[in-house]
């Protein structure tokens, strides 16, 4: 495999690049526009479409055939590639916008946000305001609003901290957080909406991005481009697909970004002016705080051995421009989902880990199910790690995972859901009758198996010597674990955080128990 020369890749670049903008505009007029009243208006639509494609077509074929020789660019396109007649274009309307139902919002912030209070209060929405972030804070936790929007006047707490704090904590993170800024704030992921114009459209592009991911996060993606064009059309293009975007003009502003603020996945054009795209690649892979950020790589390069070259320095996809919208949303969350995945299984157990176990419970809390969860630990785990060391620990925590695992299967059924916290944490979601099943026989399994980790002066002991987390010495019983069981019932619980409170609470009370223990709570 050839290297394209650099005078041939600029010129590729220059074509490809303001027919990647056309594209993407085109997209944007048939997505907001393609089911308007105006007939005129759609077949115009129609029109570019179809002469866009066709623009797209004839670029492919003229980037492919172009050679560097003895310092000229050559292209050589065979005449009777175009003496077919064009392939129809597809179609690519969209849906109308549909409406979002109004409900509670909460506005941090003073007379700035009148405004805003207003255009939401006319399209039906009930509104509190309240005077600083903090307040924001509290009354988002105490009353829940689909809606906490922040002004960038508020002093008692940086905006931007309060905005990520919100979509942070547990309590509030699935709460749509909007900035309300004078002037644009770059690189913080957090929706805006600009108080200098009109709130009502830009209100509607939040509240329809509130719609569609209500019940979780929304995947923030840093798009580099050096083209000012297509950084904005790839913006709003991806914000209607249900994204934060942010943006960065060059290699060194992405690679502030991308170590500065969180974000889940990076759409890289391979031709910055501060350098190669690939050179940035491999920063962000050498770099800890983003050699696990997912990248998708955008070039107008369509040869094979470019693609070959991007995948082995560690791009996760590599995208020919110009590309439609949909193409482009769909693998950007293929990849996300890829990621979510194998970054959620925990290493050593191979079980799925927090995020997916929380995805579990809020969709059976979401479909009203009445089910059980058992949050199942060990104990003296820290007097035996701390005495064996973390090779054994970690052997101990895999016996615990595989034992798990061989009951659920047992004694349980194709509906029940294992997942491992972390250290020696696990959880079971499953009936209430199968939760005391399944407990008490990993109990029986458990303690007839644990004690063979230990040497034979320590098992026949009964204990092993340590000390405790003040450093003094202490004696540790041999391993036993603990299941908390607790029964869910969708009137009590809304959130996985509350059902891991209450779990909490129980486990507290069975440290108080020697030995193996199964605890159910009786709560009514």
């Excluded at 996060?217 to 975007?245: C, K, M, N, Y």
């Excluded at 560690?314 to 995945?341: H, T």
């Excluded at 979601?429 to 399994?445: K, N, W």
Aim: one cysteine or more; charged letters at 25%.
């Amino acid at each position: 495999m050839s290297k394209s020369p650099p005078e041939v890749e600029r010129f590729v670049h220059q074509i490809v690049s303001p027919l990647t903008a056309l594209q993407s505009a085109v997209d944007l007029l048939a997505h907001h526009y393609g089911r308007s009243n105006d007939q005129r208006l759609v077949n115009l639509i129609a029109a570019l479409q179809r002469s866009t494609l066709r623009i797209r077509q004839f670029s492919q074929q003229l980037t492919e055939r172009t050679r560097l020789e003895d310092h000229e660019l050559v292209v050589r396109i065979p005449i009777n590639l175009y003496q077919a007649e064009p392939s129809a274009p597809a179609s690519a309307l969209s849906a109308p916008a549909v409406g979002v139902e109004p409900g509670l919002a909460v506005l941090a912030g003073t007379t700035e946000l009148d405004i805003v209070e207003q255009s939401l209060a006319a399209i039906g929405w009930q509104v509190e305001r309240v005077s600083t972030c903090a307040l924001g804070l509290d009354t988002a936790r105490r009353r829940r609003p689909r809606l906490l929007i922040i002004s960038d006047e508020m002093t008692d707490i940086d905006p931007i901290a309060c905005a990520q704090i919100a979509r942070t904590d547990p309590e509030t993170r699935d709460i749509l957080v909007v900035l309300a800024c004078h002037q644009p704030m770059a690189g913080n992921g957090v929706p805006q909406i600009d108080l200098r114009q009109s709130p009502l459209e830009q209100l509607r592009r939040v509240l329809m991005l509130y719609q569609r991911h209500s019940e979780q996060s929304v995947p923030r993606i840093l798009v580099v481009d050096d083209e000012a064009d297509i950084r904005q059309i790839l913006s709003h293009q991806l914000t209607d697909a249900g994204f934060v975007v942010v943006t960065a003009p060059d290699g060194a502003t992405a690679m502030e970004l991308a170590t500065t603020q969180h974000v889940d996945l990076i759409v890289l054009d391979r031709m910055l002016p501060d350098g190669d795209g690939l050179q940035v690649l491999q920063k962000l892979r050498t770099t800890p705080a983003t050699q696990l950020t997912p990248v998708m790589l955008l070039s107008a390069i369509s040869a094979l051995d470019e693609k070959v070259r991007s995948l082995q320095l560690g791009a996760d996809d590599y995208v020919v421009k110009p590309c439609s919208a949909a193409e482009l949303a769909a693998r950007i969350r293929s990849i996300l989902r890829r990621s979510e995945r194998e970054s959620s299984v925990n290493p050593i157990s191979r079980l799925p880990g927090n995020v997916v176990i929380e995805q579990v419970i809020h969709e059976r809390l979401a479909n009203q199910q009445s089910f059980a969860v058992s949050y199942i630990d060990l104990d003296n785990f820290k007097g035996y790690n701390d005495h064996y060391g973390f090779f054994k620990g970690d052997a101990v925590i895999l016996h615990t995972a595989r034992l798990l695992a061989e009951v659920v299967h047992w004694r349980g059924d194709a509906s029940d859901f294992l997942g491992h916290l972390g250290g020696d944490d696990f959880v079971l979601v499953t009936t209430l009758e199968r939760a005391q099943h399944i407990g008490q026989a990993m109990i029986e399994r458990f303690d007839t198996t644990i004690p063979y980790f230990y040497s034979a002066e320590d098992r026949a002991r009964g204990y092993i010597f340590g000390r405790d987390r003040q450093g003094n010495p202490c004696r540790y019983p041999l391993l036993s674990i603990s299941i908390a069981v607790v029964p869910v019932v969708s009137a009590r619980y809304r959130q996985p955080y509350e059902i891991a409170l209450r779990a909490a609470e129980i486990k507290r009370q069975l440290k108080t128990v020697t030995g193996s223990c199964l605890m159910i709570d009786r709560m009514k």
